[in-house]
Every structure is written in C-alpha cells, then in structure tokens.
C-alpha cells in the first residue's frame, strides 16, 4: 500500500467523506490507519451509525479514548461494553461506583470482557467482587 506515501490534507477529506457517504469500510480502515483521528471527532456518532466492524471501533477508540474519552460518552448507550473498554484506556480516573454502573449495563454474554477490561486499571478488589458472582 502507498497510501502513507501519498496522504495529504485532501486524502483525509476525500477518504472521510467517501466513508461517510458510501459506509465502505475499507475507505474507514485506511483513515484510521494514515488519517489524522482526530479529524474524525465531529464525526464519530454518525460513524457508529453506519456500523463499522468490530475491529474498526476498536482501533478508534484505542486511538481516541486517552485524550478525547469525552467525545466517546455516547457510547455507553449504545455498546456499553465498548465504552467501558475505552475507560479503561483513557487517563481519567473513574471510581469504583461510575465503573459498576457502566460494567452493569453490559449484556451477560459478555460481562466477563468487561470484568478483564477493569484488570487494565489494576482494580483487583472490584475484580474480585464481580468474579465471585459467577462461582455461587
């Protein structure tokens, strides 16, 4: 790929706009990768909207979550698992009670990636207290 060879200020515009024009996820895949992320701030609800792929989320929110956590609160809406991924990422410091809250809005079926999320921040009592549930 030559990508990274050739972007400029016009690439970013013309990638973003195709993305959010068409959903293609190859056009989103290559902004996050050569792109400047932070470009994609204003964007980034209308870009959850079209339904990127798992992996891409991801990537953005790695990308984004330590310095702009703030632009990513409505995703505790709509993935609560995945905001509570980015919380663990960002350089906030959240108390146990705003993390029980977020980690209780996640689906069971993947309550246990949440619960290996909050081992990001090194919170082991709270750790403790969520793995206890499951062995009753």
Request: aromatic residues 12%; hydrophobic residues 35%; contains cysteine.
């Amino acid at each position: 790929s030559i990508s990274g060879d050739i972007w400029d200020n016009d690439m970013n515009s013309l990638i973003l706009k195709d993305y959010l024009k068409t959903g293609v996820h190859i056009y989103l895949q290559t902004y996050i990768e050569y792109g400047k992320i932070e470009s994609l701030l204003p964007y980034l609800e209308k870009i959850w909207e079209l339904e990127p792929k798992d992996y891409l989320k991801v990537k953005i929110i790695k990308k984004l979550s330590k310095a702009h956590i703030d632009k990513l609160e409505f995703i505790r809406n709509v993935e609560p698992d995945k905001y509570l991924f980015a919380m663990c990422l960002s350089d906030n410091e959240y108390d146990n009670h705003t993390l029980l809250d977020c980690l209780n809005e996640i689906a069971e079926d993947t309550k246990p990636f949440g619960i290996l999320n909050l081992s990001r921040l090194h919170r082991w009592d709270l750790i403790e207290e969520e793995i206890k549930k499951y062995c009753d």
